[in-house]
């Protein structure tokens, strides 16, 4: 919800009415250009078909792009427009963990599973307003795929999905006179969440200003495995060491922390070479039967 691009189309929500409980959402927007393909006088009519279908998808992607861009921009002027009136107050992670701790305001997190289970604050309450989409159909999965493909390996960001019930369960939680802290990992979906629970009627709502991942280890109490920090990232970056939260934590650390991914990386290059030589001698294991 991953640092992340916000992957989604989270304009929408609060200005819509699905009757579905659950929208999907791909975890990354970017696509690769097609300018480099060099056609041939060679090829087929099915290539040139398919070539042009692949345009016409890309033509498609970058106009979905465009829109997910010009709505993301409309959001930002209504939330900045929020926090300018006062209509949502801001908080420092630390000011917020005065305000747990010392006033014992109750505090909402709604990021998704993936990021909460890796570390949350003592005593919050956590509904996600998206969450990791598990289902297995038809229209679930080629989103799925096309996630992986287009950053989710290296990022480890999941397809999510936007609870329709999320207004519901918060309401069912706390009273709308309330005055209710919201976070997520980075900001973004705190602040669609926060614009959404203002319209339903809560007017005393509080945002962490830069998400839970500007927290210093101090500002909160923290439970789980793993620090704040950590808990939006994920996949190849995060295996390999090569995440800003990681490289931060390397200068602090030392040459110890840096030596056990430089270790990681190293391995992976072998296997990378292992494969590659077994490959080879596979075909001319084949080519020799061939022969033969």
């Not at 409980?21 to 090829?43: D, E, M, V």
């Not at 650390?253 to 190293?266: D, I, M």
Request: with cysteine.
């Amino acid at each position: 919800m991953g640092a992340v691009s916000l992957p989604i189309n989270i304009v929408s929500l609060t200005n819509s009415n699905s009757n579905s409980n659950f929208t999907s959402l791909s975890a990354t927007s970017h696509y690769t250009s097609l300018s480099s393909l060099q056609l041939s006088p060679s090829l087929t009519a099915t290539t040139t078909l398919s070539l042009k279908s692949v345009v016409r998808v890309q033509a498609d992607s970058e106009d979905y792009e465009l829109k997910q861009m010009r709505d993301m921009a409309a959001a930002r002027k209504r939330w900045e427009a929020l926090i300018r009136d006062g209509k949502v107050k801001v908080l420092t992670p630390r000011e917020a963990g005065y305000a747990v701790q010392l006033s014992n305001k109750p505090f909402l997190d709604v990021r998704p599973s993936n990021e909460h289970n890796k570390a949350w604050v003592r005593g919050s309450t956590w509904i996600p307003i998206f969450d990791v989409d598990k289902r297995l159909d038809a229209g679930s999965i080629p989103r799925k795929v096309m996630n992986f493909v287009m950053g989710g390996w290296w990022s480890g960001l999941p397809t999510l999905s936007y609870d329709s019930q999320f207004l519901a369960k918060v309401e069912e939680k706390f009273p709308k006179d309330t005055e209710l802290i919201v976070a997520c990992q980075k900001g973004l979906r705190s602040l669609a969440a926060c614009e959404l629970l203002y319209n339903a009627g809560y007017q005393n709502l509080f945002w962490v200003q830069g998400g839970l991942e500007a927290a210093d280890d101090e500002d909160l109490i923290v439970e789980g495995p793993m620090p704040l920090k950590f808990a939006g990232i994920g996949g190849v970056s995060e295996f390999l060491g090569w995440t800003d939260q990681q490289r931060a934590a390397a200068a602090k650390e030392g040459w110890g922390y840096r030596l056990v991914f430089s270790a990681r990386l190293l391995g992976v290059f072998l296997a990378v070479d292992a494969l590659y030589l077994g490959a080879q001698q596979i075909g001319r294991y084949i080519q020799d039967i061939r022969s033969h």
